[in-house]
């Protein structure tokens, strides 16, 4: 199979929650520090990320670390309804020009539990990005997910559903960082659409 299609997920029970830590792995087509900005930035990654249908950065610590409030797309054909997340996103650049995103969830004053979504919690999650040694302008990502659905779902479900959800989001990382790209290519700007705003 070619390095560059193939995806592969594993998982272990987490230490966190009673559930389980995801690794998905996949390489993607686009240079290490061109992937910094598309994977970090609230409104590039509402753009490319078909797993959430907001996500809005609601407090902004310093240059590298911000607060984001994420609600996601209903998923297992329905059966998992939609959560609302806050996190704080803090991002990093490491020796080998490696690139770490790292998030978790967080109490925040502004932004409480509402009656319309169920409130997830995110354990230590995140992205690493890499350049690959035999060709830089190629980056391995590897992503971590912990998170605590809540509700009244069933383990099983979560287990069955999360590996595909994942390699559906490094698929999207894969789709969207062409079309990210494109416009800049062709020379022409791309105009933005703006997300609306939710009550």
């Known amino acids: 199979m070619d390095y560059k299609k193939k995806i592969t997920v594993s998982s272990k029970a987490s230490k966190k929650f009673h559930g389980n830590i995801y690794r998905a792995e996949g390489i993607i087509s686009e240079s290490t520090s061109k992937l910094a900005d598309f994977l970090y930035k609230p409104e590039i990654r509402i753009k490319w990320d078909k797993s959430l249908k907001v996500y809005n950065m609601i407090h902004k610590i310093d240059s590298d670390t911000f607060i984001c409030h994420a609600i996601t797309q209903s998923f297992a054909m329905g059966s998992i309804s939609p959560r609302d997340f806050v996190d704080v996103v803090h991002s990093k650049w490491h020796e080998g020009n490696v690139y770490v995103i790292s998030s978790r969830s967080v109490d925040f004053p502004g932004y409480p539990p509402s009656s319309h979504y169920i409130r997830g919690y995110n354990h230590a999650c995140g992205f690493v990005c890499s350049p690959l040694k035999d060709n830089p302008a190629h980056s391995k990502v590897v992503m ?14 979560i287990e069955a559903t999360m590996p595909s959800n994942l390699v559906n989001l490094i698929l999207s990382v894969r789709d969207g960082i062409k079309t990210h790209k494109a416009p800049s290519e062709r020379g022409r700007h791309h105009s933005s659409q703006s997300l609306p705003k939710k009550k």
């Open 144 to 157: 971590f997910v912990q998170t605590e659905m809540r509700g009244k779902l069933s383990p099983s479900i």
